[in-house]
């Protein structure tokens, strides 16, 4: 890099006033990035908007009342569903082989209301013990742990194994039954049930 360039001073922010038009064309710019829940969005709003709002001596209740009616706006017209998000998430972390607690505590995380951490796990189906048994299942095939193992037997990688599990929020009993199973079949039947089956 050239001196010059070193030395080129950096350009002063340019302030625009942050009017709810601009607070919608911020929120729906962020959304084609990511996925939002309505506080997520409004402490994005509130961030963006802060120093603008600033610049022009903008009131910040003022700020904040319409931060609240564009989140408000983006709810109605279905941009913003944390319901919907909520039980998403819960889909895909399931996928990804965690634990129903696991997937509780992330969505808590994620700062989800209770009532839609509740129905997002409640929609997942099934009782917690086979919910946990099939994502058990998947993140040992995922990490090539119990009947995947080369080489096999080792009391110390089962242990390691054990505690990578327990990490993952799987109780004792859940953790050993995949860890300690006969056979690549068992796990597959764990995961896509005693008719199903995967060549993956």
């Given amino acids: 890099m050239s001196d010059e360039k070193k030395s080129r001073p950096k350009r002063p922010p340019k302030f625009v006033e942050p009017t709810e038009r601009w607070l919608r064309d911020q929120a729906l710019r962020y959304l084609n990035r990511f996925p939002a829940t309505q506080r997520k969005m409004t402490r994005h709003l509130m961030t963006k908007a802060g120093p603008h709002a600033a610049h022009f001596s903008m009131d910040k209740a ?6 609240e009616k564009v989140v408000t706006d983006l709810v109605k017209a279905g941009f913003i569903n944390d319901s919907e998000f909520a039980a998403s998430k819960a889909r895909l972390l399931l996928r990804d082989g965690r634990s129903v607690a ?24 099934e009782d917690q013990r086979a919910l946990d048994l099939k994502s058990a299942a998947r993140y040992v095939k995922r990490r090539r742990f119990g009947p995947y193992r080369k080489g096999a037997t080792q009391r110390n990688q089962r242990d390691k194994e054990m505690a990578s599990l327990a990490r993952q929020g799987f109780s004792y009993d859940v953790a050993a039954r995949v860890v300690d199973a006969d056979s690549i079949v068992e796990i597959e039947q764990l995961i896509f049930g005693p008719e199903g089956g995967s060549n993956n």
């Fill in 102 to 125: 696991q997937i509780g505590n992330r969505l808590r995380e994620m700062e989800f209301t209770e009532t839609d951490r509740e129905r997002a796990v409640a929609e997942l189906g």
């Fill in 62 to 67: 003022m700020l904040s009342a319409d931060i």
